[in-house]
C-alpha cells in the first residue's frame, strides 16, 4: 500500500483491508514499518533491495483478517 501524502488519514487503508478476506500483504519501507505494526501487521520477511545502486531495507508484511 502506498498513499500519496495528500490523501493520508482518508481511511483508504481500511477501506482496502475491508476487501480482504484473509490477509493482507503490503511492503513496508523501514520509516513505515511501526505505522503497520500499529494496524496489526506483522513483519513476515525482511529483504535489502537496490534503488540506483543504494541499499534500502524494507519488510513483507501480513495481517490475519479473522
Not at 58 to 64: G, T, V
Request: glycine letters at 4%; hydrophobic letters at 45%; a positive charge.
Amino acid at each position: 500500500m502506498f498513499v500519496h501524502k495528500d490523501h493520508q488519514n482518508e481511511g483508504i487503508c481500511d477501506a482496502l483491508e475491508a476487501l480482504a478476506t484473509k490477509r493482507v500483504i503490503t511492503q513496508a519501507s523501514i520509516t513505515a514499518k511501526p505505522f503497520f505494526a500499529h494496524r496489526g501487521y506483522r513483519c513476515i520477511q525482511k529483504q535489502i533491495v537496490y534503488v540506483r545502486g543504494v541499499a534500502m531495507e524494507n519488510y513483507w508484511m501480513e495481517k490475519i483478517i479473522l
